[in-house]
């Protein structure tokens, strides 16, 4: 695969799920151009928290899909059946549909027979993505095209990286509605800071000038140094192991990579309490986000530069309710009990707060354990935590 067709496609994923220049349909016709498929799949909400397929134009085989036959997709109960640790571990692992489920079994199913044999859906390969919980994307051949191969494989094992980045990237900028300006940047409780491949700081937001300034903070700027200029100040981490694989993520990031997270400790000799763990999203730098003066350049990455967008990790942002009544099956009650308790409220507050018993809330803590899958409420915070670490609390649209 060129090279320049794959980085194309990169800067086509981050413009689309950032709405800055180019939309899901444009992303979708261009993975379905570059693997000779007819049909690609990635089921998000829409505007009405409705399950839609975003990579393709609404049809009507989309739509019976949507009402009735996604019950029967073999592909997407297997799935289901994966938990988020599992996708964790099965990051950037693509597969073919006879290794998620035989041919021989996949061709006498009801699903096949009365739906994918007529939707173009005989031949598949798939990946998940891991952002707020486990999302599906699937690329999808006709019984008279070829099956995928393993060069298909490795071509979207380098994409699929970069569209959970991306979706990572807009659940953090959240707050900003209708622009990623210098101002809207400026808004934002995290801070967004975009550098070189030599750590060396191109642009920061107001936090992030706030956050380096903070002397008990993991994060600092060095403003002397070889190789240094005097206007473009290193960022480095305090703790020389974060230190050194921060950098490490960063140069990858400059290189076309889609980066990584870390979490930054606090400095080195503090006393519990003196200062913050920090949560760190290294990912390509976006034109739009290096300086206001380029932003209204052409949507994309940047060359030779990378985001770094940093969360306070003692300050807890609950999960949107919805997100978790989507996640989980949670009802709009246990949704809000859920997130309450990710936000570290106690059951007795959220008794007091909903004006319920104690008795009450505790059937329904038991009734979100059993629905979370989680052992105890420990586990439970486990769970959420990493199905919204990347979520900025909920101003603009999710």
């Known amino acids: 695969m060129p090279q320049v067709e794959i980085t194309e496609v990169v800067d086509t994923i981050y413009a689309a799920v950032l709405d800055e220049g180019a939309d899901w349909l444009d992303l979708g016709a261009r993975l379905r151009s570059m693997f000779d498929a007819q049909r690609a799949t990635f089921w998000l909400p829409d505007d009405d928290g409705r399950l839609c397929n975003r990579l393709m134009p609404v049809d009507p085989y989309e739509e019976k899909y949507a009402s009735h036959y996604y019950r029967l997709d073999p592909y997407r109960a297997a799935a289901r059946d994966v938990s988020i640790d599992q996708s964790v571990q099965r990051r950037g692992d693509v597969r073919l549909g006879h290794e ?21 859906r005989r031949y598949m390969m798939g990946a998940l993505v891991n952002a707020s919980g486990v999302l599906p994307i699937g690329l999808h051949r006709a019984a008279d095209s070829r099956p995928f191969a393993d060069e298909d494989k490795r071509t979207l094992a380098r994409l699929v990286p970069h569209l959970q980045r991306a979706l990572q990237m807009r659940e953090r900028l959240a707050p900003v509605e209708a622009s990623l300006g210098a101002a809207a940047l400026d808004a934002l409780p995290i801070a967004v800071i975009v550098v070189d491949s030599g750590m060396q700081m191109l642009h920061a937001n107001a936090h992030a000038v706030e956050l380096l300034h903070d002397p008990q903070s993991g994060l600092a700027l060095a403003r002397r140094g070889p190789g240094l200029q005097a206007n473009k100040p290193r960022l480095f981490a305090r703790h020389p192991d974060d230190d050194m694989l921060l950098a490490r993520l960063v140069g990858a990031a400059t290189r076309g990579s889609a980066g990584g997270g870390l979490r930054i400790r606090a400095r080195q000799g503090s006393l519990p309490g003196d200062a913050s763990a920090l949560s760190a999203l290294v990912c390509p730098a976006l034109r739009h986000l290096s300086l206001s003066a380029l932003r209204h350049a052409a949507t994309g990455t940047m060359p030779g530069a990378a985001t770094v967008i940093v969360r306070n990790l003692t300050r807890p942002v609950p999960p949107p309710v919805t997100l978790l009544v989507d996640l989980f099956g949670l009802t709009r009650s246990e949704g809000e009990v859920a997130a309450a308790l990710a936000g570290g409220v106690t059951a007795e507050d959220v008794a007091r707060a909903r004006g319920v018993s104690l008795d009450t809330v505790r059937s329904q803590i038991r009734t979100i354990l059993g629905k979370t899958g989680a052992s105890g409420l420990r586990d439970f915070e486990r769970i959420i935590a990493l199905s919204s670490t990347m979520h900025a609390p909920a101003r603009g649209k999710a």
């Open 100 to 120: 998620i489920i035989p041919d021989s079994t996949y061709v006498h199913t009801a699903f096949y027979a009365d739906f994918g044999r007529q939707s173009a």
